[in-house]
C-alpha cells in the first residue's frame, strides 16, 4: 500500500508510507517560506512525488488528518465557529456545551460540508489526485497512532496505555486509549471545552504573544519566577481547571471557553508579573497532565506508556513523566504536534487495510526531508558571486577547528530532519561552553527573547558525563525530553541549558542514526574534551527552518553567522 498521508491544518504537512516505511515527511512551510504554513501542502506532496519518482494514480490511499474544517491560520477573523461558541459559551451551562446530541449535530454538519472538498478542488486537479482515494481520519486517534506505532518498543501483543492531549481538534482536547494487537480501544474522551491546552494557548495570547507557536516561550520563562509570585498566579489557573473528582478527566471550572477564557484572564491577571503567570501556568500543567495520566495508570494496571499532541512538547512535563516511579516505559512522539499528524492518518489507513500483517517501520530517526548533492550545491555557489566558497574532503575537523575558535556555523548537511527541532542536519551550531556565544547568537543571528535556551547536541555514549535520571534513562534522540543536569555540563554545556535552573533539553546523537553529526561532534570532542556542540534551528526568528542551499544562503546574508557549511563546502561572506 502506498498511502498519502495529509495534515492540512496550522503547520501543514505530508507524509508518504509505502507498506509501513515512511518514504519521506515534510511540512510546507519551509518550501513557501512561511512560518507555520497552513493549508493544503500542496507543494510538500509534489516534492514528495518528485523526490519518489511515483505518480499519483500509483498512490492506493489518501488519508486527511481531522474530520472537520482545520484552522490554517490562528488569527484569521474567519474562525467564525470558534468565535461564535467564545462568546456564547458564558451564556450556556457547560453540560449543553458538552452534550453528546449537540456535538454530533455540529460535527455531522461540519463533516458533510468538509467532504465537498471543494475548497482543495484546484490543488487536487493540479496534482492529479483522485479524490475518490480520501478518507478522513479523527483528529485525535492520528495522535494516538503517531504514539502507538512509531514506539520503539511497539510490539503487537505489548498492551500500552496512549494519551493525547492538545488544544482541540474534532471537539476534543484530550483522549485515553488502550494500544493492543494493533487497535486503540478509547477508554475516555475530553471535550476541547475542557481544554489543558486551551488554556495554555490563551495565556500565551494573554502575554502578547502567538497562540499555538509561543508556548515554549512561557515555559522558558517560568523558572525565572520567584516561588512567591508563582504561587499567586498558580492560585489563579487553580480556579480555571482542575481534575474531576475521579481524577481521570480533565475539567473547565470558568464557565468561559476560547477567547471568552481570554477575556477573563485579562481580569483575572491583571497586574500580575509576567514571569508569575507562566510560572502559574506551567506548575498547573505539569501538575494536572502527570496526575491525569498517573490515575489512569493505577486505574488500568498498565505502566507502560505513550504520548502524543501540542501539550506533550512541554519538555518539563515530560521529564516529570520519565522520572516518575508510577510509569515502568515511557515514549513521546517526536514533534507530537499537529504537524505529525499526517503520518497518523497515514498509519491508522495502513493498519486498518492490513490487520495482523502490518509491517511498521519503527521511527529510529526522522530525517525524512529533502538532500542535497555536492554537484546541485556547487552548482548553487557558483551562480552566486557574494559568497566565498570552498570544498574540503574533511569538512568536519575543519568546522570543529572553527568552533574551538568560538565561530558559529550554520550546518546544512543530508536530509532534513522533520518537525519542530533542528536535530544537526539544518542546525546553527557553536562551543557550548563559552556562554558569551548565547548573546551574540541571539543578538546577531536569531533575533530572539533574551530569556530563552539553546540546547546541547551530545554523544550519546557521554550522557552520563552530563545529564542526571533517578532511572539512568537516557533514550533521547529527539529533543522531546528534559534532564537536569551535573556540574561538568553546567560548565563544558554552560550555553546550551537553561540559565536558571540548569535543565537541558538535549539532542543524544547516535552514531547509527546521523553518522556525521557524530563524526563532527566527536572531533570536536578529541580537539576541547567535550562531548557535545550547541545547536539551535537554523533559521532567523519569524522564518521556517531552511530547507536547501538558497535558504541557507539566505540567512548567511541577512545575519551575523561567521561562516555556513552545505554539504561538504564551507560558505562565507565576501
Known amino acids: 500500500m502506498l498511502i498519502l498521508g ?15 516505511k515512511i518514504l519521506g515527511m515534510a511540512s510546507e512551510e519551509r518550501f513557501t517560506k512561511v512560518k507555520n504554513q497552513g493549508g493544503f501542502p500542496i507543494k510538500a506532496i509534489q516534492w514528495l512525488l518528485d523526490e519518489n519518482d511515483i505518480s499519483q494514480n500509483k498512490i492506493t490511499n489518501i488519508a486527511f488528518a481531522g474530520k472537520i474544517n482545520p484552522v490554517t491560520e490562528v488569527t484569521s477573523n474567519k474562525r467564525l465557529r470558534h468565535n461564535f461558541i467564545s462568546k456564547i459559551s458564558q451564556y450556556l451551562p457547560a453540560s449543553l456545551i458538552k452534550s453528546s446530541l449537540l456535538n454530533k449535530y455540529a460535527i455531522s454538519r461540519l ?50 496505555l496512549v494519551f493525547t ?23 475516555k474522551t475530553i471535550h476541547s471545552y475542557d481544554s489543558l491546552g486551551m488554556v495554555y494557548s490563551r495565556t500565551t495570547a494573554f502575554l502578547g504573544m502567538k497562540p499555538l507557536e509561543h508556548e515554549y516561550k512561557l515555559m522558558g520563562m517560568a523558572p525565572y519566577a520567584s516561588d512567591y509570585q508563582t504561587k499567586i498566579s498558580y492560585d489563579t489557573y487553580k480556579k480555571y481547571i482542575s481534575l474531576s473528582e475521579d481524577g481521570l478527566s480533565i475539567e473547565n471550572k470558568t464557565g468561559r471557553y476560547g477567547n471568552g ?39 488500568t494496571g498498565i505502566k507502560n506508556i505513550v504520548v502524543a499532541g501540542g501539550v506533550f512538547m512541554n519538555v518539563k512535563l ?52 529533502p538532500s542535497y548533492d555536492d554537484n546541485q550545491i556547487k552548482n548553487i555557489l557558483e551562480s552566486r558571486n557574494e559568497f566565498n566558497f570552498k570544498k574540503y574532503e574533511d569538512i568536519n575537523s575543519h568546522i570543529a577547528d572553527m568552533l574551538t575558535e568560538d565561530k558559529i556555523i550554520g550546518r546544512l548537511y543530508g536530509k532534513m530532519e522533520f518537525g519542530a527541532r ?7 551550531i557553536a562551543n557550548p561552553s563559552n556562554y558569551q556565544i548565547v548573546s551574540k547568537i541571539n543578538r546577531a543571528i536569531k533575533m530572539r527573547d533574551f530569556w530563552m535556551p539553546f ?19 537516557f533514550t533521547a534522540p529527539f529533543m522531546i525530553l528534559g534532564f537536569n543536569t551535573t556540574e561538568l555540563a553546567q560548565t563544558e554545556l554552560a550555553a546550551g541549558l537553561h540559565q536558571s535552573d540548569f535543565t537541558c533539553r538535549p539532542q543524544l546523537v547516535e552514531k547509527n542514526a546521523n553518522p556525521e553529526y557524530y563524526d563532527l561532534i566527536e572531533k570536536f570532542k578529541n580537539k576541547t574534551g567535550i562531548s557535545g556542540v550547541l545547536n539551535t534551528s537554523f533559521n532567523i526568528h519569524g522564518y521556517p527552518i531552511v530547507n536547501g542551499p538558497e535558504d541557507a544562503l539566505w540567512t548567511l546574508q541577512n545575519s551575523d553567522l561567521d561562516a555556513i557549511q552545505i554539504g561538504n563546502y564551507l560558505v562565507t561572506k565576501k
Not at 153 to 160: F, H, I, L, S, W
Open 318 to 369: 515530560n521529564m516529570i513523566l520519565n522520572e516518575s516511579d508510577n510509569i515502568d516505559n515511557v515514549f513521546f512522539m517526536p514533534s507530537c504536534g499537529d504537524e505529525s499528524i499526517c503520518l497518523g492518518a497515514a498509519l491508522e489507513t495502513y493498519v486498518k487495510n492490513n490487520k495482523k500483517q502490518c509491517n511498521i517501520n519503527k521511527l529510529k530517526n526522522i530525517y525524512l526531508g
Open 422 to 428: 533542528s536535530l544537526g542536519n539544518r542546525s546553527i
Open 111 to 160: 463533516e458533510k460540508k468538509r467532504k465537498k472538498l471543494d475548497y482543495y478542488e484546484a490543488e487536487f486537479k493540479e496534482l492529479g489526485i483522485d479524490k475518490n482515494k480520501i478518507t478522513f481520519i479523527e483528529h485525535h486517534t492520528c495522535h494516538g497512532s503517531t504514539a502507538y506505532y512509531s514506539d520503539d518498543n511497539y510490539d503487537y501483543e505489548r498492551k500500552v
Open 165 to 187: 492531549l492538545d488544544g482541540s481538534g474534532d471537539g476534543v482536547s484530550a483522549t485515553v486509549s488502550i494500544g493492543h494487537k494493533n487497535t486503540m480501544r478509547r477508554l
Open 455 to 473: 540546547a546541547p547536541s551530545i554523544i550519546a555514549e557521554d550522557a552520563t558525563k552530563y545529564l542526571v535520571s533517578n532511572k539512568q534513562k
Open 6 to 20: 495529509i495534515h492540512d491544518g496550522h503547520n501543514a504537512t505530508a507524509c508518504l508510507l509505502n507498506n509501513g
Open 261 to 299: 477564557m481570554l477575556e477573563k484572564m485579562k481580569e483575572d491577571l491583571f497586574l500580575q508579573r509576567f514571569d508569575g503567570v507562566s510560572a502559574g501556568l506551567q506548575k498547573i500543567t505539569e501538575e494536572i497532565a502527570s496526575n491525569w495520566i498517573y490515575n489512569w495508570v493505577e486505574e
